[in-house]
C-alpha cells in the first residue's frame, strides 16, 4: 500500500512538472529583433556614413594631387552612392583638377616624336585646311579609336590616361593640344544640379565647336550671339552660383568677339571698312531681345555705327571698352 502512494505521488509530481513546462513554453519568448523605427534609424545613419566616407576619400585623393583619370574612376564607382550636392562637388573638383593637368600634359604631349605620330594617325592634312568651317569642325580632333593605332607605347599609355580623364585633343597650328571635354561630364548630368547641368552645357558649345581658333572665328555672328545671350541668362538666374566668375569671364570674352570680331574674323569689309551685311542684321536681331543686358549695349552699338556711317574704324571700337564695362557692371549690379 505504501509502494502505491509512492507512486501515485510520483506520478502526481511529474503531472506538476509538465504541466509547469507547459506553462512556461506558453510564455512569449523574448525577441531579438529590434523596433522597426529603431533599425530605420541606424540603417540611415549606416548610409550616412558611407556617404561621408565617400566623399572624404575623394577630397582626400583629390588633396594628394591623383590625375584626373584616376578622380574619373572613383566618381563613376560612387555617383550613384552620395546626393546631389555631393556629386556637384565632386564634378567641380574633378574640372579644376582637370585644368591644373592641362599645362602637364601638353608638356608631355610635345616629348619625342609624340605629335608627329598624332598628326600622322589624325584626318588633319594641308590639303583639307582649306575647307569650308562646317566642314573641318569634326577634323578638328583626334579620333580617340585610333588611339589603338599608337606604335609608341608610352605615347598610347598617356593617350589613354588623357582621354579616361575626360579630355580630347584638339589641333591648334598643326599640333594637338589637349582640352577639357565638357561633353564628356554630361555622363553625369543626372545626377547634377540643373545649375551645374546648365553651366556644363553651357561650357560643352566650346569643347564641342570652338568659338575662335589661330585669330579665326569658327561660328557665324548667329552662335556667337546666341552663345553670349545663353550665358547672361546663366548669370542672370543664378548670381550666387558657384560658376558664377567663371561665367562672367566667358560671357565677357563673347561680348568682345561679338563687338569687334577677330584678326582673321573682321566685322567689316577690308576694302570698303563698312560693316558687314549679316553682321549688322545680326545686331539688330541680338538688339530686339527683350530684357537682357546684352541687347541694351548692342543697340548702343548699333547707334554708334549709324552716327559713323556704317564705318567701321577706330571711332567705332574706341567705344567697345566703356560698352564692355557698362555690360560687366551692370550683370554684377543683380547679384
Known amino acids: 500500500m505504501r509502494k502505491k502512494y509512492i507512486a501515485l505521488f510520483f506520478i502526481v509530481g511529474i503531472i506538476l512538472l509538465v504541466s509547469l513546462a507547459g506553462c512556461k513554453s506558453k510564455k512569449p519568448e523574448e525577441s531579438n529583433e529590434k523596433p522597426v523605427g529603431k533599425v530605420d534609424e541606424e540603417s540611415a545613419t549606416i548610409v550616412e556614413d558611407n556617404k561621408e566616407k565617400i566623399m572624404q576619400d575623394f577630397r582626400n585623393m583629390v588633396k594628394s594631387g591623383n590625375e584626373p583619370m584616376i578622380l574619373v574612376k572613383f566618381i563613376d564607382e560612387n555617383v550613384g552612392k552620395v546626393q546631389q550636392e555631393d556629386v556637384v562637388e565632386m564634378v567641380r573638383d574633378l574640372e579644376e583638377v582637370q585644368e591644373r593637368y592641362l599645362e ?7 616629348m619625342e616624336d609624340y605629335q608627329v605620330e598624332l598628326i600622322s594617325l589624325s584626318d588633319i592634312n594641308e590639303s583639307n585646311k582649306q575647307q569650308d568651317k562646317d566642314e573641318t569642325h569634326d577634323s578638328l580632333f583626334f579620333d580617340d579609336s585610333k588611339i589603338k593605332e599608337i606604335k609608341n607605347g608610352n605615347l598610347k599609355e598617356l593617350m589613354e590616361k588623357i582621354i579616361k580623364g575626360k579630355y580630347k585633343l584638339i589641333n591648334m597650328e598643326g599640333s594637338f593640344y589637349p582640352i577639357v571635354d565638357y561633353e564628356a561630364l554630361k555622363a553625369y ?9 546648365d553651366y556644363i552645357d553651357i561650357k560643352s558649345m566650346d569643347s564641342n565647336v570652338p568659338t575662335i581658333l589661330d585669330a579665326e572665328l569658327l561660328i ?12 547672361e541668362n546663366h548669370i542672370i538666374k543664378y548670381p550666387e ?21 577677330s584678326d582673321n574674323t573682321p566685322i567689316y569689309d577690308e576694302e570698303t571698312k563698312l560693316i558687314k551685311d549679316e553682321v549688322l542684321s545680326n545686331y539688330k536681331k541680338t538688339a530686339n531681345i527683350k530684357n537682357t543686358v546684352t541687347s541694351e549695349i548692342v543697340s548702343k552699338y548699333i547707334d554708334i555705327i549709324k552716327d559713323n556711317e556704317n564705318i567701321i574704324d577706330n571711332n567705332v571700337f574706341s567705344n567697345i571698352t566703356q560698352l564692355y564695362n557698362d ?7 543683380h547679384k
Not at 602637364?104 to 610635345?110: A, G, H, N, R, V
Not at 552660383?241 to 570680331?261: C, N, T
Not at 555690360?327 to 549690379?333: D, H, N
Open 104 to 110: 602637364k600634359y601638353t608638356d608631355q604631349l610635345f
Open 189 to 197: 548630368n543626372k545626377y547634377l544640379s540643373d545649375e551645374m547641368k
Open 220 to 231: 557665324s555672328f548667329d552662335e556667337l550671339g546666341e552663345r553670349l545671350i545663353r550665358t
Open 241 to 261: 552660383g558657384i560658376k558664377y566668375e567663371e561665367l562672367l569671364r566667358l560671357y565677357g570674352v563673347y561680348l568682345r568677339f561679338y563687338l569687334e570680331g
Open 327 to 333: 555690360a560687366i557692371g551692370t550683370l554684377e549690379e
